[in-house]
């Protein structure tokens, strides 16, 4: 076993579409020795990584599990050999990543490390489907969620008192299980059921579906539709927005299909 430890990187892989992936972290995956990798990071971002070793640390829904206390002892491990390690996680590293976790635990053990933040799904996801989390005389903010604790949190009735009568926008991550729940909570909380919702499956990628309703009407439209994870939500007078862009809106730009202008 070598003497010299290595070295960590934690790297954010975007929200699904291959091409969001930043230049630095394409850079650490070809220098990488060993990749963890979740289950939300596309094939062709794997196909980077050239001769390293892929290690699936993911979680799938209703299947097999990699527990956090199993993955940070990965990385240990793997450091602990000298070798160039990339913890590569969907979306953005320290945006319900447990990166901040991980990045602690490798300081307490000695290990160095770096981060290389990843374009969150937060913001990109309602971007790609024509809803701004802000906009001028709209909303002057918004507030990110995870949707993967709405069994707990739905029982602070202060918490989401304060989430409905925020006037900004709320963007929910992982909560498409708990949609019904969340709806509920917030009118409970005070939110009008006429507020607009809008629920994104697989943002940002080729086969990303939009569905559009209210407080009111969206758990019963995504149910129809069948929209599973990972999926985005948007909640808040914004969503509206998104009608006033779709005919302009040309997802993949070339100068095949540019529009002629004064011709």
Same mark, same amino acid.
């Given at each position: ?20 992936? #930043? ?14 990798? /979740? ?15 892929? $290690? ?5 829904? @209703? ?15 793997? &450091?602990? +050999?000298?070798?160039?390690? $990339?913890?590569? +996680?969907?979306? /953005? ?15 307490? !053990?000695?290990?160095?490390? @770096? ?12 971007? #790609? &489907? !024509? ?11 918004? #507030? ?19 989430? =409905? ?7 929910? !991550?992982?909560?498409?299980? &708990?949609? @019904?729940?969340?709806?509920?909570? !917030?009118?409970?909380?005070? =939110? ?14 080729? @086969? ?23 999926? #985005? ?12 862009? $779709? ?10 299909? =540019? $529009?002629?202008?004064?011709?």
């Amino acid at each position: 076993m070598s003497n010299i430890m290595g070295h960590v990187s934690l790297v954010g892989a975007g929200p699904g579409d291959p091409e969001l992936l #930043t230049l630095k972290a394409a850079r650490r995956l070809s220098e990488a020795d060993v990749v963890l990798y /979740d289950q939300l990071v596309d094939k062709s971002v794997l196909d980077l990584c050239k001769t390293a070793v892929r $290690v699936f640390v993911g979680k799938v829904p @209703d299947g097999p599990s990699t527990p956090q206390s199993q993955i940070n002892e990965l990385l240990y491990a793997y &450091a602990s +050999k000298g070798l160039r390690v $990339v913890r590569l +996680k969907g979306g /953005d590293a320290f945006v319900f990543g447990r990166g901040g976790e991980e990045a602690i635990y490798l300081t307490d !053990l000695g290990v160095t490390f @770096d981060v290389v933040p990843g374009i969150s799904s937060s913001i990109s996801v309602p971007e #790609t &489907a !024509l809803i701004p989390v802000t906009h001028r005389g709209v909303a002057t903010h918004f #507030t990110v969620i995870t949707g993967m604790s709405a069994d707990e949190d739905l029982s602070i009735e202060e918490t989401w008192s304060a989430l =409905a009568k925020t006037g900004g926008t709320l963007v929910f !991550l992982m909560g498409v299980r &708990a949609l @019904d729940r969340i709806s509920a909570a !917030l009118v409970a909380g005070g =939110a009008d059921l006429s507020t607009p919702v809008a629920v994104i499956e697989k943002g940002t990628t080729a @086969d990303e579906r939009v569905v559009v309703g209210t407080l009111d009407t969206i758990y019963q439209l995504v149910r129809d539709e069948r929209i599973q994870s990972p999926a #985005t939500i948007v909640v808040g007078e914004v969503v509206r927005l998104r009608g006033q862009m $779709v005919g302009g809106y040309m997802r993949e730009f070339s100068p095949v299909n =540019a $529009v002629a202008v004064g011709a």
